[in-house]
């Protein structure tokens, strides 16, 4: 009985011990990997830090509807506006409209559902619609709209609930980071004058503080990009989707 009972002992002091050993080295990996992750979120904080607004009167580039990112400083002279300017670029489809605040929700999306904008504008300003908020539809419907937004015309909740569907569905489809247009790949620089209306403006704000030889990164909110029509090619095929979130390194 003694033999047995030390066995068991024994047994169940094994267990322990392994059990104990397999917590630790758990704790070890999960403590590597917390000590791992961080570099790349400090990296991207840093980033956004050095990141400036390229409009006049917002000076937080948080905030602001266009930011620039300056990744290799240049040598030349800085062109003025009618100047013909020569660039290479890479354009990629930027943050989700999820990462929207209350006023690009207004600015970007609201101002462009007819009927809606001046109905829905304060409420969505006093309730702080953002896109966290427009694009959950567990949140952002009819009886959301109307109770606490109070609106009692049940046509207009509909009506903004079906646009907020088609934004949500637009995304799964086109997702952060996919390219949609490249001089690179095309082995061809781009060449156009300088203010003349022939890009879009967040291009055309980027373009006029750059040097050449300048290499930078462009992230612009959906009115300085292709706003509410988006991009299609000949063929009808959508290249960049309505109020896109764009990010160019040129």
């Not at 322990?16 to 904080?45: C, K, M, Q, W």
Request: aromatic share 8%; hydrophobic share 40%.
């Amino acid at each position: 009985l003694i033999f047995v009972k030390f066995k068991a002992r024994m047994k169940s002091t094994s267990l322990l011990l392994a059990s104990l050993a397999y917590f630790l080295l758990g704790s070890a990996i999960a403590f590597t990997v917390s000590l791992e992750s961080p570099p790349n979120a400090r990296t991207s904080a840093l980033c956004m830090s050095k990141m400036e607004s390229l409009l006049d009167g917002v000076e937080d580039a948080k905030v602001s509807p266009v930011k620039k990112l300056i990744i290799k400083e240049g040598d030349g002279e800085t062109p003025i506006k009618g100047s013909k300017v020569e660039i290479q670029y890479v354009g990629t489809l930027g943050e989700s409209q999820m990462s929207w605040s209350v006023e690009d929700v207004a600015e970007c999306w609201l101002k462009h559902q007819q009927g809606l904008y001046d109905v829905l504008s304060e409420p969505f300003n006093q309730k702080e619609v953002n896109g966290q908020v427009l694009l959950n539809p567990e949140v952002f419907n009819e009886k959301f709209i109307a109770e606490e937004l109070e609106i009692t015309n049940r046509i207009q909740c509909k009506k903004a609930v079906m646009a907020a569907k088609r934004l949500a569905k637009q995304i799964d489809e086109f997702p952060e980071g996919q390219e949609f247009d490249s001089s690179t790949s095309r082995g061809k620089s781009y060449e156009f004058v300088l203010g003349s209306g022939k890009v879009i403006k967040a291009m055309d704000l980027l373009v006029a503080t750059m040097k050449v030889g300048e290499k930078a990164q462009v992230i612009c909110r959906s009115d300085y990009g292709y706003g509410n029509e988006g991009y299609r090619k000949k063929t009808g095929e959508i290249v960049v989707p309505p109020f896109a979130t764009l990010s160019f390194d040129i």
